[in-house]
Nanobody
Framework: VQLVESGGGSVQTGGPLRLSCEVF????????MGWFRQAPGKEHEGVAAIYSGTGHTYYAESGSVKGRFTISQDKAKDTLSLQMNNLSPEDTAMYYC????????????????????WGQGTQVTVS
């Protein structure tokens, strides 16, 4: 399984950015996909997840991104997206796409070890 992120870059405060993640070689009938981010000197933070079977979405329980970020999937293209609006400098981080075979569940973003497959990351810088 290979995950390839794209769409990162530099943006001004308040601006939007859209990240994409192409999935190659996944054979599970259903799977959980998510976006994580890691700012310098900080732990990975789960941002959003989506279950491929139903499209049900999960967002960071801290509320830091809810209402600003939207996760979506294009199953026909095996692509995951993260639309980020109203960005702030606190959103600056390396963003990673991740996945595992099976269902998402409540709290999944807190269990990073469940995510078996990871992309290489794409940098988002907000200034």
């Amino acid at each position: 399984v290979q995950l390839v992120e794209s769409g990162g870059g530099s943006v001004q405060t308040g601006g939007p950015l859209r990240l994409s993640c192409e999935v190659f070689g996944i054979t599970y009938s259903t799977y959980c996909m998510g976006w994580f981010r890691q700012a310098p000197g900080k732990e990975h933070e789960g941002v959003a997840a989506i279950y491929s079977g139903t499209g049900h979405t999960y967002y960071a329980e801290s509320g830091s991104v809810k209402g600003r970020f939207t996760i979506s999937q294009d199953k026909a293209k095996d692509t995951l997206s993260l639309q980020m609006n109203n960005l702030s400098p606190e959103d600056t981080a390396m963003y990673y796409c991740a996945a595992f075979g099976g269902d998402c569940y409540v709290g999944v973003l807190s269990y990073i070890a469940d995510f078996s497959y990871w992309g290489q990351g794409t940098q988002v810088t907000v200034s």
